[in-house]
């Protein structure tokens, strides 16, 4: 994938991940789009080393719950760290 559609892919798994975890009003569109990016790496990376599914290789189905399980998980993990403080 090019970079505007890593962009674009990153934005969309970053955006069901933080409405799915209930921080949708508190992150931006550029947050949205980090999470997303940092996300469907985490997820892929996670999803091939651990359980060995497919990675996130493109617009498909598979790809996007990757991304956004990995998003999720990322939301999970930073939501944890700021609670502590």
């Given amino acids: 994938m090019g970079i505007f559609l890593w ?4 934005a969309l798994a970053g955006w069901i991940a ?4 209930g921080r949708n009003r508190r992150m931006g569109f550029l947050g949205n789009i980090v999470v997303g990016i940092i996300g ?3 997820g892929g990376w996670l999803s091939s080393a651990i359980f060995g599914w497919g990675k996130v290789t493109g ?4 790809s996007l719950l990757i991304a ?4 999720c998980l990322l939301l999970l993990i ?8």
Wanted: charged share 10%.
């Fill in 40 to 42: 469907s790496a985490l």
């Fill in 7 to 10: 962009i674009v892919f990153g």
């Fill in 68 to 71: 956004v399980a990995g998003s």
């Fill in 78 to 85: 930073f939501g944890g760290i700021g609670r502590k403080r």
């Fill in 18 to 21: 933080s409405i799915l975890m």
């Fill in 59 to 62: 617009f498909n189905w598979q």
